[in-house]
Each structure stands twice: as C-alpha cells, then as structure tokens.
C-alpha cells in the first residue's frame, strides 16, 4: 500500500475547505497524508483542520506566500510515492486515491493518470461531467486539451524532479508540469476522481485572469520549445500552440461575459497568431451565429410587441413563456381546441407569434407546415364564431 500526498495548499478556505477536508477523510484508500500549505489564514481555515480528528497524517506550513511558491513548497514537502490534491473550493471522490492507486499498480510506467470531474456551482450543486479526453501533448500544448489538475495523480518514481511546480509562473503552473511530463506515459482514468467547484472568487470564473493565463501559458511554450531542437519546425509549432492558447482563453472569456472588448483583444490574438486555426474558425462562426440569433430574437420581441399593442419590446422571460406556449399550442393533437381551452391563460403574444412561426414555414420549401396553417385557418373560424363576427371566408 503506497503512501500518497495529496497536497492542499489554502489561504482563507472557508467555508469551503471544510468539504475538501471531509473528502480526504473518507477516502478508501487510508495510507495517506495531506501536506497543507496555507498562506497565513487568518478565517478560521487552520482552526478547521486541527478540529478535525478522522484526517491522515497531517503536516501543517503557515506563513506568507504566493500561489506559485506555496505550490512548489508543497510539493518539495510530499513524501509519498504517489502524490495528489485537493484544491481548497474542491473535493475529492471517495475513491479517487484508490483508483490511482490502482491504475500505477497495473501499469508502473506511468507518470501520471487523471480522470473525469465533476463541475458544481457555489451551493454544491451539479452542472456538468466533465469527460477529458486521453492525454496528447500536442493537443494539450494548444489547449485543445486541458487535464484536470483537481483529478490527477502523479508517480514519483517516473516524474522524477520533473515532478515540481515553478514558481516563475504566476498561473497555470500545471500547465508547464503537463509539458515536462509530455514525454512520458500518461492515461486517463474513466470514473469521476475530483469535484470541482465553480463560484464567483475561482481564477477561472474572473475573466480578469485570462490574459495572465495566456503570458504564462506562452511563456512556458516558450521554454519548452527552447528545450528541443526543432529547427525550422520550431516556428509553425509555436504559432499554432500561441494561437491554441488565445483561442481558449478567448473561448472562456466570451462564456463569462460574452462578446466584450476582452473576449475581442483574445481573439483578434488568436486569429493573429495562427491564422488558419479550425479552432478559431469554429469559435469565430459559434459567435457570428449567436450575435445573429440576438438579433433576430430582438427583431422578434420589437415586432411580437407592435403586434400586441405594447411600446417596449418584449423581455426574455415574456419571450421565453411565449415560446413555450407556442411550443404546447403546435405540440396539441387539436391546435384549434387546445388554444379555445387555454383562453386567457396564454401569453399575449402567444398568437402573434403562431402567425409569425407558421408565415416562416409556409415561406420554407417544406410542405410539412401545411396542416398548421390549415389548423390556424380553423382556429381563426373558430373565434371569427365564438365571437358572433362574420364567418372568415373560404379564400382568405
């Protein structure tokens, strides 16, 4: 039974690091030590660990520092033959240590295995799993692949003084880590072994952060590449990781805030760096499209609200419960008496938005919608009727 490290490096946890604790504690795998390197926590984060009496072997630093080097002195204080971690908003799975456990039994070669994450916002709440795919280290240089650094263990025996972050790197020093180790055996491990925690504080979650993401990510291309003798593939190769590298930012950015001045500096990079970049091609039409689909959506809330007899445009939520209306009214194997029985209850523009759907269709080279729009004709007759107006006639 190896001795594992799972490193926790903490300034003003709270109250989150409480559940990081609580997941080393349940940890299968029991042959283990938590290595806390803590940046002089003055929130109750260091009086959490010493309450708690089912961790491992606990081995305490406090005192000023940066992320960089509370990281590289963490890991120069790991015992362990495996070593890990535990982010401080973050969790591991029950099993995550024993997992990696097992897969450097069954393969000793290896220098490091990762599995899947599991993404959680700020009340614990999941969002998504997150499946990387297996490790390439071209696809990693361009951030095309990111592994998740809250899910992967490394051996030390293979690593070797690789094995360290540097503290030259303000951020991503992982990133630099994954590079140094490209040339080893790495695999990635199917279950969910972390649970990472999205919230507002996160570095990733600030757009801010990116462009320090991205002089740190080159910086460590850089060296990398000053390490091999590429000659005049140096050049292409660097291009294409430099604009991996902007893409990804730019692709992160424009998630948190949309199409800002920040996501376009990141692209306009990006396209510069590698201007042939299928990865840019995708996210540049991705963003087209949606700028398009905002357009359309506010021609359609100013047009929806004109027929409604309003002044100001709709908003997205009367948008959005007027497109579910419409939704049930087609969805209704009788349009005519599903609208009749939902008199009243209906959204406004519910209607108005039933004769702008079906003109696009009837527009289309479809001929599915014509049974709508007979259905729309018979709804018209029929509150023509129930209202005592003169019958719609037969060719309107």
Not at 8 to 14: A, I, P, Q
Not at 134 to 144: A, I, M, T
């Amino acid at each position: 039974m190896p001795l594992v490290s799972l490193i926790l490096v903490v300034k003003n946890g709270m109250p989150f690091v409480e559940e990081a604790l609580a997941s080393v504690a349940a940890q299968t795998h029991r042959d283990l030590e938590l290595v806390v390197q803590d940046g002089g926590s003055t929130d109750g984060t260091l009086e959490a660990i010493a309450r708690r009496r089912d961790l491992p072997a606990v081995a305490v630093e406090s005192g000023p520092d940066t992320v960089a080097t509370a990281w590289a002195r963490a890991f120069a204080r790991c015992r362990g033959e495996i070593v890990g971690s535990v982010l401080a908003d973050d969790r591991l799975e029950p099993d995550a240590v024993a997992h990696a456990v097992r897969a450097f039994a069954a393969r000793p070669e290896l220098a490091a295995v990762y599995g899947a994450n599991r993404i959680v916002d700020a009340a614990g709440r999941e969002l998504q799993v997150f499946e990387p795919a297996d490790f390439d280290l071209l696809r990693v240089l361009e951030c095309d692949l990111v592994p998740p650094f809250a899910s992967a263990f490394f051996a030390r025996r293979v690593c070797g003084d690789a094995l360290r972050f540097d503290p030259a790197f303000t951020t991503c020093a992982e990133f630099d880590l994954w590079l140094r180790l490209g040339h080893l055996p790495i695999a990635r491990l199917a279950p969910v072994l972390g649970v990472t925690r999205f919230h507002p504080k996160s570095m990733s979650r600030r757009p801010e952060s990116y462009p320090q993401f991205c002089r740190d990510k080159i910086a460590a291309i850089e060296r990398w590449l000053a390490r091999l003798a590429l000659g005049p593939l140096a050049a292409p190769l660097r291009a294409r990781a430099v604009g991996g590298v902007y893409t990804w930012a730019a692709d992160a950015v424009y998630e948190l805030e949309g199409a800002s001045p920040r996501f376009h500096a990141l692209a306009a990079a990006a396209r510069a760096a590698d201007p042939g970049s299928r990865r840019y091609a995708a996210l540049a039409a991705r963003v087209d499209a949606a700028a398009r689909a905002r357009a359309e959506e506010a021609a359609l809330a100013a047009r929806l609200a004109r027929m409604t007899g309003r002044r100001e445009p709709l908003d997205r939520a009367e948008l959005e419960a007027t497109a579910n209306a419409l939704a049930r009214v087609l969805g209704a194997p009788d349009v005519v008496a599903h609208v009749l029985a939902e008199a009243g209850r209906l959204p406004p523009a519910t209607l108005p938005l039933l004769v702008v759907h079906l003109a696009r269709c009837w527009a289309s080279a479809d001929a599915a919608p014509a049974a709508p729009l007979e259905a729309l004709y018979g709804l018209l007759a029929a509150v023509g009727r129930a209202s005592g107006a003169p019958a719609v006639a037969s060719n309107a």
